[in-house]
């Protein structure tokens, strides 16, 4: 018995060093996406010159040139804009349309994932078909009938997102709405008269969160990445507006001029996407204690 409980205080030091140096693997990836959202937050703090203020003189410049008084960190693009500044501006845009769509497709399939499980027969069967239709349909033909309803542009983009994404939640609410429903407080809470709004506010939704917070979290990065490949294909945001998808389109054409023109924009959607990633798995990790018993394991 003595040796049982040495066993598990060991094994309860060793679980809690490990947490405690868990964070600190992903110090870089937090540092990165604290730099993202500091562009993102004051770009005209940061940003050396204004997003669309051009040149022809200074076009396509490489990194590191000083020309005319002016030092173009990243070089210059086809127009002689500087590829930082819109760079650091481009921050704004893709964490407004991340955030805000995944705020949107939250909501909504949150809330149906929530109705579907909870009420479940035909309301869970209309709820879950609706949402697998949307899911087996291509993204990029979605996007493209709706966009060529309501034309292109920021709010165009967030709808996009909102409305293809929202599927993902709701399925994941509905499995996790499932489980809570069966619960003993929710036998306790229809006993005592609570009425089904009730329940579902108070009880179901506070018990589900965990998973949608961290859906939440990975999505972040996947709206980044689909927001650069609408914009690049010309659906998302439009120019002048610097977006790091429409600065990916304009350097196709001078891939063999101008690496960086390239370059900079995607390693930036690469380095968020990533950061997003790594810290979505931390936060699962951390609010799922299998996961935590299987990382010490």
Do not use: K
Not at 1 to 20: C, F, N
Not at 133 to 149: C, E, G, N, R
């Amino acid at each position: 018995m003595t040796e049982m409980m040495e066993r598990l205080e060991a094994d309860e030091t060793i679980t809690a060093r490990r947490r405690r140096h868990l964070p600190w693997r992903l110090t870089g990836y937090a540092v990165i996406l604290l730099l993202f959202l500091l562009c993102a937050a004051i770009p005209h703090i940061l940003a050396p010159y204004a997003p669309s203020a051009g040149n022809l003189l200074t076009r396509l410049q490489p990194p590191g040139t000083h020309l005319a008084g002016h030092t173009y960190v990243l070089g210059t693009d086809d127009l002689g804009r500087d590829t930082l500044s819109r760079l650091i501006f481009g921050a704004r845009i893709s964490f407004i349309v991340a955030l805000a769509a995944v705020a949107i497709a939250g909501f909504i399939g949150t809330t149906l994932g929530v109705l579907a499980g909870y009420l479940g027969g035909v309301v869970a069967v209309v709820f879950m078909r609706i949402a697998d239709i949307i899911l087996s349909i291509p993204f990029l033909l979605l996007a493209i009938l709706v966009i060529t309803v309501i034309g292109p542009g920021l709010l165009s983009t967030v709808l996009v997102l909102g409305a293809v994404r929202w599927p993902i939640y709701t399925r994941v609410a509905y499995g996790a709405t499932l489980q809570v429903r069966e619960g003993e407080f929710i036998s306790a809470a229809r006993s005592l008269g609570a009425s089904n709004v009730h329940i579902m506010l108070r009880h179901i939704v506070p018990n589900i969160l965990s998973p949608v917070v961290v859906m939440a979290t990975l999505e972040v990065g996947t709206m980044i990445m689909y927001e650069a490949a609408l914009s690049f294909l010309g659906l998302g945001i439009q120019p002048p507006t610097p977006s790091w998808g429409n600065m990916l389109s304009e350097a196709q054409n001078y891939i063999t001029q101008a690496w960086w023109m390239m370059l900079f924009p995607g390693l930036a959607v690469f380095l968020v996407v990533l950061s997003f990633n790594r810290v979505g798995d931390y936060v699962q990790e951390q609010l799922d204690p299998r996961l935590r018993v299987r990382r010490v394991n």
